[in-house]
Protein backbone atom coordinates (compact mmCIF):
# COMPACT_ATOMS: atom_id res chain seq x y z
CA UNK A 1 0.00 0.00 0.00
CA UNK A 2 1.93 3.47 -1.22
CA UNK A 3 -1.34 5.37 -1.17
CA UNK A 4 -1.07 7.70 2.15
CA UNK A 5 -4.50 8.93 1.76
CA UNK A 6 -5.47 5.15 2.47
CA UNK A 7 -3.58 4.97 5.62
CA UNK A 8 -6.16 4.75 8.31
CA UNK A 9 -4.28 2.90 11.20
CA UNK A 10 -0.94 2.42 12.39
CA UNK A 11 -0.57 -1.74 11.02
CA UNK A 12 -1.08 -0.64 7.46
CA UNK A 13 2.59 1.81 7.74
CA UNK A 14 4.23 -2.21 8.17
CA UNK A 15 5.19 -3.43 4.57
CA UNK A 16 7.37 -6.55 3.69
CA UNK A 17 9.95 -3.88 2.13
CA UNK A 18 10.71 -1.60 4.01
CA UNK A 19 9.16 -3.69 7.14
CA UNK A 20 8.11 -0.56 8.63
CA UNK A 21 7.82 2.99 6.23
CA UNK A 22 7.83 5.97 8.67
CA UNK A 23 6.38 7.58 5.51
CA UNK A 24 3.34 6.33 5.88
CA UNK A 25 2.31 7.77 9.08
CA UNK A 26 0.45 10.33 7.66
CA UNK A 27 -0.97 14.09 9.54
CA UNK A 28 -4.23 12.46 10.07
CA UNK A 29 -2.90 9.17 12.06
CA UNK A 30 -0.40 10.71 13.65
CA UNK A 31 -2.97 13.17 15.05
CA UNK A 32 -5.25 10.30 16.03
CA UNK A 33 -2.23 8.89 18.46
CA UNK A 34 -1.30 10.25 21.65
CA UNK A 35 0.53 12.93 22.74
CA UNK A 36 3.02 12.00 24.96
CA UNK A 37 3.13 14.87 28.19
CA UNK A 38 6.06 16.28 30.24
CA UNK A 39 9.46 14.84 29.20
CA UNK A 40 8.08 11.75 27.26
CA UNK A 41 8.32 10.22 23.91
CA UNK A 42 6.15 8.32 21.68
CA UNK A 43 7.69 5.71 19.74
CA UNK A 44 6.74 3.41 17.37
CA UNK A 45 8.53 -0.09 17.35
CA UNK A 46 10.43 -1.63 14.53
CA UNK A 47 8.62 -4.75 13.48
CA UNK A 48 11.45 -6.38 11.08
CA UNK A 49 10.84 -8.93 8.31
CA UNK A 50 8.39 -11.74 8.21
CA UNK A 51 10.60 -14.34 7.10
CA UNK A 52 14.43 -15.16 7.74
CA UNK A 53 17.40 -14.68 5.46
CA UNK A 54 16.59 -18.18 4.15
CA UNK A 55 12.68 -17.79 3.16
CA UNK A 56 11.74 -19.25 5.98
CA UNK A 57 7.94 -17.69 6.88
CA UNK A 58 8.01 -16.54 10.62
CA UNK A 59 4.67 -17.23 12.65
CA UNK A 60 2.94 -13.54 13.74
CA UNK A 61 3.50 -15.27 17.46
CA UNK A 62 7.32 -15.37 16.47
CA UNK A 63 6.93 -11.72 15.04
CA UNK A 64 5.23 -10.11 17.97
CA UNK A 65 7.28 -11.87 20.39
CA UNK A 66 10.30 -9.98 18.09
CA UNK A 67 8.35 -6.29 18.14
CA UNK A 68 7.78 -6.68 21.84
CA UNK A 69 11.75 -7.37 22.43
CA UNK A 70 12.82 -5.07 20.13
CA UNK A 71 15.41 -2.60 20.75
CA UNK A 72 14.96 0.06 18.25
CA UNK A 73 11.99 2.62 16.98
CA UNK A 74 10.88 5.72 15.13
CA UNK A 75 10.19 8.65 17.04
CA UNK A 76 6.89 9.95 16.13
CA UNK A 77 6.30 12.62 18.94
CA UNK A 78 8.41 14.17 21.89
CA UNK A 79 6.81 15.31 24.63
CA UNK A 80 6.68 19.67 25.58
CA UNK A 81 9.20 18.82 28.59
CA UNK A 82 11.50 16.60 26.72
CA UNK A 83 15.28 17.13 26.98
CA UNK A 84 14.86 20.39 28.55
CA UNK A 85 16.82 20.18 31.56
CA UNK A 86 20.11 21.88 30.14
CA UNK A 87 21.86 19.79 33.81
CA UNK A 88 21.09 16.21 32.24
CA UNK A 89 21.47 17.17 28.70
CA UNK A 90 23.93 19.76 27.86
CA UNK A 91 24.64 19.19 24.43
CA UNK A 92 20.46 19.27 23.88
CA UNK A 93 18.21 16.66 22.87
CA UNK A 94 19.22 13.72 21.91
CA UNK A 95 16.58 12.99 19.18
CA UNK A 96 13.83 14.28 17.63
CA UNK A 97 10.87 13.46 15.93
CA UNK A 98 11.15 11.32 12.42
CA UNK A 99 14.61 9.92 13.94
CA UNK A 100 15.71 6.49 14.32
CA UNK A 101 16.61 5.62 17.71
CA UNK A 102 17.81 2.57 19.81
CA UNK A 103 16.58 1.86 23.40
CA UNK A 104 16.52 -0.95 25.94
CA UNK A 105 14.80 -4.34 25.49
CA UNK A 106 12.03 -4.03 27.30
CA UNK A 107 11.99 -0.07 28.01
CA UNK A 108 8.97 2.17 27.93
CA UNK A 109 5.01 1.26 28.57
CA UNK A 110 3.98 -0.65 25.68
CA UNK A 111 0.18 -0.07 24.34
CA UNK A 112 -2.17 -1.05 21.72
CA UNK A 113 -3.84 1.87 19.23
CA UNK A 114 -5.52 1.39 16.34
CA UNK A 115 -4.09 -1.18 14.82
CA UNK A 116 -0.80 -1.73 16.48
CA UNK A 117 1.34 -0.89 19.17
CA UNK A 118 3.26 2.10 20.22
CA UNK A 119 5.57 2.70 22.88
CA UNK A 120 6.18 5.75 25.50
CA UNK A 121 9.52 6.54 26.43
CA UNK A 122 11.23 8.55 28.94
CA UNK A 123 13.46 11.18 26.98
CA UNK A 124 16.76 9.36 29.22
CA UNK A 125 15.65 5.87 27.87
CA UNK A 126 17.07 6.58 24.17
CA UNK A 127 20.49 4.76 24.16
CA UNK A 128 21.56 5.96 20.32
CA UNK A 129 20.21 7.51 17.28
CA UNK A 130 20.83 5.44 14.22
CA UNK A 131 20.37 5.68 10.35
CA UNK A 132 18.46 2.13 9.20
CA UNK A 133 16.40 -0.20 12.34
CA UNK A 134 18.04 -3.12 9.45
CA UNK A 135 21.50 -2.29 11.33
CA UNK A 136 20.50 -3.11 14.23
CA UNK A 137 20.46 -7.03 15.15
CA UNK A 138 17.88 -8.19 17.53
CA UNK A 139 18.92 -11.01 19.50
Known amino acids: MNDTANIKKLDDTYQETPYLNPELVDKGLL ?6 TGWRLLI ?15 PHEVIEKNQ ?22 PDGAWCKPK ?5 ARYAGSRFQIDGGEVRILNDDEVLATILSPEDIKNV
Not at 99 to 103: G, S
Open 31 to 36: DRMPTP
Open 44 to 58: LPYRGSGQTEGGIVL
Open 68 to 89: VSTQVGYVLKVGPLAYDDKEKF
Open 99 to 103: DWVMF
